[in-house]
């Protein structure tokens, strides 16, 4: 019998696992690295490519459907959608990198007053400040590439569809679709509600097609 417990002492003995003080297990670390995510720094790149995103899908989409309401060629619709993502794709990156290099040099030049006032620095260093602020290249690139990835949706939509009334159906329809899922994603990704978001940014695209598709129709009745 002692044989026996001395044999069942040393499995359990040689099955345990000791854990070394100070190291956490590494499901604990994964919970706390996942709360500890700093999603300020992700909504920078967020709002940027999905600014981007639904730009390029609504302003391409709204530009064809004003051409559209006075054309009926598929040619004119699709060369409107192709200049306006060249246009919007680079507007969209200029406008973007001036914005953010402007509010990163404000940043720059708080951080140097607050260093000047203190005289010593308080542990943290300037290159781990400037590491915590947006990059007006990336935040530039990220625009320009949600903005052609938007507009694209469109272009490929009507491309291949000859009726007239159904390309503008199509447009309209895939333009909605595809706006929901950018609100979606930017909910998801930004944790903010989604139910909102979908439906701030498609009644926000559903606006910009009518009024372009309207005014753009009445203009052609005034013969202007």
Known sequence: MASLDGQ????????????????????NREIVEER??????????????????NDGLVSVASLMMGVGAVKE??????????????????????????SVYTQYDIEIAQMKREREKK????????????????????AAVASALAFSVGAVVPLLSAAFIKNH????????TVASLTLVVFGGLGAVLGKTPITKSCLR??????????????????????GI
């Open 8 to 27: 069942k002492t040393n499995e359990t003995s040689s099955n345990h696992v000791e854990i070394p003080v100070g190291v956490e297990p590494k499901a």
């Open 36 to 53: 500890n995510i700093d999603y300020s720094q992700r909504a920078n790149w967020v709002r940027a490519a999905v600014l981007g995103a």
């Open 73 to 98: 060629q598929m040619t004119a619709m699709l060369l409107a959608g192709f200049a306006g993502l060249i246009a919007g794709a680079c507007s969209m990156a200029i406008g973007e990198f001036v």
């Open 119 to 138: 005289s010593i620095g308080d542990g943290v260093s300037e290159e781990a400040e400037r590491e915590k602020l947006p990059n007006p290249f990336q």
């Open 165 to 172: 009334k159904i390309r503008l159906g199509v447009v309209v």
């Open 201 to 222: 940014v498609l009644i926000g695209g559903w606006m910009a097609m009518t009024v372009t598709f309207g005014f753009t129709k009445l203009f052609s009745f005034a």
